[in-house]
């Protein structure tokens, strides 16, 4: 089967660094996406991996690893407007149009 | 800047009307998807089209419809709305090569009474 694994919630300190992981077993493997979703709203694009290794943006990172199944989503410098759910999504190869989704992380920010 | 759009924000429709959902985008990207969200059920895939006409049924095809007449614009239909729709409808499109991320649009949260 077709699967991704992601915490439910999280909560973190403001000004903190905060680590999101995502492990997936799929069929087949064309990439992995992060998006960031506020309550309320569409999700919106953060990071795409598709090589092994760390891809930094700011003060958001996401790291891969192929062989592991594996990838997280790093927030540093925490504020309060990181507070959102983040999803993670894998492109599959066998039908490299679809993504398939994770049920998101709930990121909570406190002050 | 992308920019997918829906027709509404906000829908509350009737059990057994026929509803009317429509997304466009101006980025002329080949790929559409339609998607509903749920709480705790994350996102869903209704249908996707990767060309005008061509429609592919997602994981839960079953109370849909779909049309793609023309390359900016993807419609979803439901042909008799059921209480078990009421959920918010995510459209999304992407271009048919390169990383092949999604961009949404706002969304409509549909009520079914």
């Known amino acids: 089967g077709q699967n991704i694994d992601q915490p439910t919630e999280m909560t973190a300190t403001e000004g903190a660094i905060v680590q999101i992981n995502c492990t997936y077993q799929?069929?087949?493997?064309?990439?992995l996406f992060w998006y960031q979703q506020h309550a309320g709203e569409a999700p919106t694009f953060l990071s795409y991996?598709?090589l092994d290794g760390l891809e930094e943006k700011g003060r958001f990172s996401s790291f891969l690893s192929r062989s592991k199944g594996y990838s997280y989503l790093l927030l540093k410098e925490l504020q309060m407007k990181d507070s959102a759910s983040y999803l993670c999504a894998v492109l599959n190869a066998g039908n490299n149009r679809k993504l398939i989704w994770g049920l998101g992380t709930s990121l909570a920010v406190n002050p | 800047d992308v920019k997918v759009t829906q027709s509404s924000r906000y829908l509350v429709k009737r059990t057994g009307e026929k509803v009317f959902l429509e997304c466009v985008q101006d980025m002329d990207h080949e790929n559409m998807f339609w998607y509903r969200q749920d709480p705790g059920l994350g996102l869903r895939l209704i249908y996707f089209?990767?060309?005008?006409?061509?429609?592919e049924k997602g994981d839960i095809p079953e109370g849909y419809s779909v049309s793609r007449e023309k390359k900016e614009r993807f419609s979803l239909i439901l042909e008799s709305a059921s209480t078990n729709q009421t959920s918010m409808y995510l459209c999304a499109s992407s271009w048919d090569r390169g990383a092949r991320e999604q961009f949404f649009g706002p969304g409509t949260r549909l009520t079914v009474l």
């Open positions: 089209s990767y060309d005008v006409k061509m429609k």
């Open positions: 991996n598709v």
């Open positions: 799929t069929s087949g493997f064309n990439g």
